[in-house]
């Protein structure tokens, strides 16, 4: 059974990636990669998102619960949401929107929509 960090290797080199190109891609340091990748270091939540987003698998093949790494467009635009929503950039202005979590999901839902309708993403 391949770990994590096997399966991160596994789809950067089937991409013709350098470890370079993807800690680029994912906005990780090239040190902390490598780590991920020799499984000396967990991976965050939202580095496993941003992850996910860019090998374009689910979250669940990285993790090993499925044997599947291809996505469903459902898969893949909840995936690319949630790379969105966990956007750091994006953090402090969440941070500000009503305390509803429900209400706050759905304006942000709204406005990924509205930005990725008009090509901006």
Do not use: C
Not at 13 to 33: D, F, H, I, K, P
Not at 44 to 49: F, G, R, S, T, W
Request: charged fraction near 35%; avoid cysteine; glycine fraction near 4%.
């Amino acid at each position: 059974m391949m770990n994590i960090g096997k399966r991160i290797v596994s789809l950067r080199e089937s991409r013709g990636w350098t470890q370079r190109e993807l800690a680029s891609r994912v906005n990780l340091n090239v040190s902390v990669m490598n780590r991920i990748e020799a499984n000396e270091r967990p991976v965050k939540d939202n580095e496993l998102l941003q992850l996910a987003n860019v090998l374009d698998v689910s979250t669940d093949y990285l993790l090993g619960r499925s044997s599947s790494s291809t996505l469903t467009q459902e898969e893949k635009d909840e995936a690319e949401f949630q790379a969105f929503a966990n956007n750091p950039t994006l953090q402090k202005w969440y941070k500000e929107l009503p305390k509803s979590k429900e209400e706050d999901l759905e304006k942000l839902r709204k406005m990924w929509e509205i930005l990725k309708d008009h090509g901006e993403l």
